[in-house]
């Protein structure tokens, strides 16, 4: 049986697929001369991807709970009222006619904040600094049964779409437990799937490592202090959201890092389950900075881990010690 029999993967894929179509038209239509605070294009994006994405797996799954970073709350405030109305001509241009009131309902099946069973996590947008500055952002799918993930679906549409795909833009990631990882054109789910697979450096010195642009989000000074104990010379490449797994994953490069900036941050489960698999399926490593695999059995949040180390699996111990070495 192919793993795209999975009813669950292909509800997944297309979802993903239709929710990326909306982000990649709404920021396009990003100007140049628009305000730098001017967060309206993220806030019609977001919510149309998670309105989009939950409809979908709720028309299929309706028993599933999902665990997504949006409600509609702030949605339904009358100064919203031009955001839901944009939100709605998106989701028409997908031919999905709705009202306004349904894309809300659509939106709050994501609001399950509790751990359960059998259940979703979904960013709409992760990385939604990148999505401002047109650069990387991801939506990022994944089913969890019992804590486990099971099912993993990254769409990073700004990420070349790989070596069999010349110049085209737009990677869809997906795993399956024990299935392996795989790669799609974001703009045509028919092509024959190439298989993903971390890269094989197993000489820390020549390794290249990935992390956040933001350094509120990862510690970049104990990042180059690590790189500088592994022996690594060359700068660490930058981006946002998690199309950095979607690139340890396929051997782009061999190491991302995630490093807390603060006690007492716990990462959301959303930021990271739909490329943890991929990685781990591509054979690459993720625990957190300590070696602990993370868990992501507790509910919205990664209480019981601290930051994320991420790895073509050969470096993961390295990687480690040296962390500990620079104190984090
Ligand atoms: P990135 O694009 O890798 O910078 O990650 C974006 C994600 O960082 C967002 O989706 C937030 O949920 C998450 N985030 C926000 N604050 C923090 C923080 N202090 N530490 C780690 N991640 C954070
Ligand atoms: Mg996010």
Redesign the pocket.
């Known amino acids: 049986m192919s793993i795209l029999d999975s009813q669950e993967l292909q509800v997944a894929l297309e979802a993903a697929r239709q929710a990326s179509s909306i982000c990649r038209s709404v920021q396009s239509a990003i100007d140049e001369a628009m305000e730098k605070q001017d967060r309206s294009p993220v806030t019609v994006a977001d919510y149309a991807s998670q309105a989009i994405i939950c409809k979908a797996i709720r028309e299929v799954f309706p028993d599933d709970p999902i665990i997504a970073e949006e409600d509609s709350k702030d949605l339904r405030l009358p100064e919203n009222q031009q955001h839901l109305e944009r939100i709605q001509a998106e989701v028409a241009a997908l031919g999905i006619a709705t009202s306004s009131d349904e894309i809300c309902q659509w939106i709050d099946y994501g609001n399950q904040q509790e751990a359960a069973p059998r259940c979703w996590t979904l960013?709409p947008i992760?990385?939604t600094k990148?999505f401002l500055r047109k650069e990387q952002f991801a939506v990022s799918l994944a089913l969890l049964v019992n804590g486990q993930i099971e099912v993993a679906v990254l769409s990073c549409p700004n990420l070349a779409a790989g070596d069999a795909w010349d110049h085209q833009r737009g990677a869809l990631f997906y795993a399956v437990k024990g299935q392996g990882a795989f790669v799609l054109p974001l703009d045509d789910l028919d092509a024959q799937p190439q298989t993903v697979r971390v890269s094989g450096t197993g000489n820390a010195s020549m390794a290249r490592m990935c992390e956040?642009?933001?350094s509120?989000?990862?510690d970049h000074s104990l990042s180059s202090q690590a790189l500088e104990h592994l022996g690594i010379t060359a700068d660490p490449v930058r981006l946002?959201?998690q199309a950095?797994y979607g690139v340890v994953a396929r051997g782009e490069a061999d190491i991302y890092l995630?490093l807390p900036?603060?006690p007492g941050?716990h990462?959301?489960i959303w930021?990271h389950a739909g490329g943890v698999l991929v990685v781990e399926e591509a054979g690459g490593r993720v625990s957190d900075v300590d070696g602990k695999p993370l868990d992501f059995s507790l509910g919205s949040r990664l209480d019981e881990n601290r930051g994320v180390v991420v790895t073509n699996g050969l470096l993961h111990d390295q990687v480690l010690a040296a962390l500990k070495e620079v104190g984090v």
């Open positions: 960013d992760d990385g990148g956040s642009v933001e509120g989000h990862s946002d959201s950095k995630r900036t603060r941050y990462e959301k930021d």
